[in-house]
């Protein structure tokens, strides 16, 4: 084998990992929002994953295409339609939902064009970010969301109930919910109204025919 | 005062003489160009760099742009100047001569060794001049196929190149994909914009009005087309700058006085840069192949080739794709790499889009961008990696 020219982070965020580990070997996966490519790089050294990406800061692509992976800079609520259908095996948007301009027609995209989806975003049904509002009467701010409201990127929130309300009205199939509470635990279970409670993040793994 | 008194002294080129390697091909079957017309045999007068390992899988091929030439990484024999391309050519540098192995030729229709209008033809005597058939992009590339079935290399690990150059390696990946690993067109576009048709225009009348023309047939005395040469050299050279990078270098500073002169002397210094690189053009470059050139981008249009789906023109590729484009590229706007880039992602290629912050206009493929370096070289070090070719090593 030829020398590694890729320092890959050798642990990667928890989240992370729960998505690679989604991941089937040799497969063709997408990454929206790849950042700087920790999750594209682990996949394509430790699973052999065709690995691309769709970055929006310049930083992002210069730090990935550097590092050897095929990204390109680009915006998931423009650059997903000139996908053909099924292109990938898994389209992943890691975090990156509530930052869309149309989430609708993003994960309508993201179904599209891949066999399986991975979508992750925070839950704003958390049970603190409700008390937070309930008492303080504020825009919730926590480590996981840590901008104020005139700044945040995040400008489409949802809760895990309202994501689930959205993929029926898609007619996309939830193969798989996980649910991250507040101490990074992971958990398979239902996406019902008390992992809208508990869940500080929900990833879900998604088809559509 | 005009520009005649520096022009009209200089030596004229004779490609025959210049150093570097050479082959004839299309020698027993003439080439079909995509005129119709036939051609050969065809000489293709080129420069290596770097070593072709045993398998023959390390060879990049590098097409230059509408007035380059073959010699990426040499002192020019004409000039004397380092190779355009020595910043990214060479040991240790993104095009890595310690482990590729560097090939560059120049174009058909050039006039640098290869086959063009400037070549004495063999029937006649006498230089092809307008006689030459009208060539394009697809035509040079063609050429440049027989020159790799040559060398006995199956498949180029990578094709580039910067503006024209980056028309053939696009070509290239469409024509023959599975003869290429790797394509990067840089500051480059699917087809010619009718905005460049029509400052190629500008320079092909500036060579036409000039009277020492002669209809294309300039060999017979001792006159050349050189005022119109360089008229056009001028204009073209504008484009590839930009407003910011014309104002940081020269602003409105003067030209070895501190008064105007109230009349028609070079009083700017961008005036004088200007006639200065018109004046030296002139010394390495032939005005029909200027002509041809200019031609043969006009004529290139990816997508009309397809029946109008640039994607078509990719279709099932597995060739892995590297675009890039300068954020003050007027020439070859980000926008026209970013249509390629759709077009690409229509049929699922591979492909990395990278567009680099620059002020220095299309010319910034030319000149020192590290930014644009390190994502050459990283691009290059991941599709080696694939390859299963020896890495720099370096993140």
């Known amino acids: 084998m030829p020398l590694d020219p890729v320092n890959i982070s050798p642990v990667l965020r928890a989240d992370l990992q729960r998505i690679a580990d989604m991941v089937e070997p040799d497969s063709r996966v997408l990454d929206i929002g790849c950042e700087t490519g920790d999750l594209l790089a682990y996949l394509w050294h430790q699973k052999n994953v065709d690995a691309r990406g769709l970055e929006i800061s310049q930083d992002g692509v210069h730090a990935c295409v550097s590092r050897g992976l095929s990204v390109i800079q680009g915006d998931a609520d423009v650059d997903l339609d000139g996908y053909p259908d099924k292109a990938f095996d898994y389209a992943i948007l890691s975090l990156t939902l509530q930052a869309t301009r149309d989430p609708k027609g993003v994960l309508a995209n993201l179904v599209r064009i891949s066999r399986h989806a991975v979508v992750s975003f925070p839950n704003f049904g958390h049970w603190r970010t409700r008390l937070w509002l309930l008492v303080r009467g504020r825009m919730p701010v926590s480590a996981s969301l840590p901008y104020s409201w005139y700044e945040t ?20 199939e939830i193969t798989r919910s996980l649910i991250v509470n507040r101490g990074g635990k992971v958990q398979d279970r239902p996406a019902n109204g008390w992992a809208n409670w508990t869940g500080e993040q929900g990833i879900f793994l998604l088809h559509k025919d | 005062m005009g520009l005649e008194n520096s022009v009209l002294k200089t030596a004229p080129i004779d490609p025959t003489t210049l150093p570097g390697r050479r082959v004839r091909v299309a020698v027993d079957q003439p080439m079909i160009l995509d005129s119709g017309a036939t051609l050969g045999p065809i000489t293709i007068a080129y420069q290596t760099y770097g070593q072709l390992n045993a398998d023959k899988t390390n060879a990049i091929l590098v097409c230059h742009a509408l007035t380059g030439d073959q010699f990426v990484a040499d002192r020019h024999p004409i000039t004397g100047k380092a190779g355009w391309w020595s910043m990214v050519v060479g040991a240790g540098k993104p095009l890595d001569t310690n482990r590729y192995f560097i090939i560059c030729a120049n174009v058909l229709g050039g006039c640098m060794g290869s086959t063009g209008p400037m070549e004495v033809r063999s029937d006649t005597g006498r230089p092809f001049g307008l006689d030459f058939p009208v060539i394009t992009v697809g035509d040079m590339v063609r050429a440049q196929k027989l020159l790799i079935d040559q060398l006995g290399i199956e498949q180029l690990f990578a094709v580039i190149g910067g503006s024209m150059g980056g028309m053939q390696a696009l070509q290239w990946a469409s024509a023959y994909p599975e003869r290429v690993y790797a394509a990067l067109p840089i500051a480059a576009s699917a087809r010619h914009s009718a905005q460049n048709i029509a400052f190629h225009e500008v320079g092909r009348q500036a060579i036409m009005a000039d009277p020492d023309w002669q209809g294309g047939a300039y060999f017979d005395g001792a006159a050349k087309p ?32 501190t008064a105007l002169s109230f009349g028609f002397d070079a009083d700017f210094q961008v005036e004088s840069y200007l006639r200065h690189q018109g004046i030296t053009f002139v010394d390495r470059f032939d005005a029909n192949s200027y002509l041809y050139i200019t031609r043969a981008m006009d004529y290139f249009d990816l997508a009309k080739d397809h ?24 020439l070859f706007p980000t926008s026209e790499s970013r249509d390629l880039v759709h077009a690409l992602n229509a049929v699922a290629a591979n492909v990395s889009f990278v567009e680099i912050e620059s002020d220095k206009g299309h010319d910034a493929f030319l000149l020192d961008e590290p930014e644009f370096h390190r994502v050459l070289r990283g691009f290059l070090d991941g599709a080696a990696s694939h390859r299963g070719l020896p890495t720099s090593g370096m993140d």
């Open chain 1, 153 to 172: 990127p995040n400008i489409h929130f949802c809760t895990i109930t309202d994501f689930v309300e959205l993929c029926r009205e898609l007619k996309i």
């Open chain 2, 226 to 257: 050189t005022r119109g040469l360089a008229v056009a050299r001028m204009a073209a050279h504008i484009t590839y700058l930009s407003e910011p990078a014309l104002h940081r270098k020269f602003g409105r500073q003067l030209q070895d006085r």
């Open chain 2, 307 to 330: 029946g109008g789906v640039l994607a078509e023109a990719f279709r099932a590729t597995k060739v892995r794709f590297c675009v890039m484009s300068f954020t003050s590229d007027w």
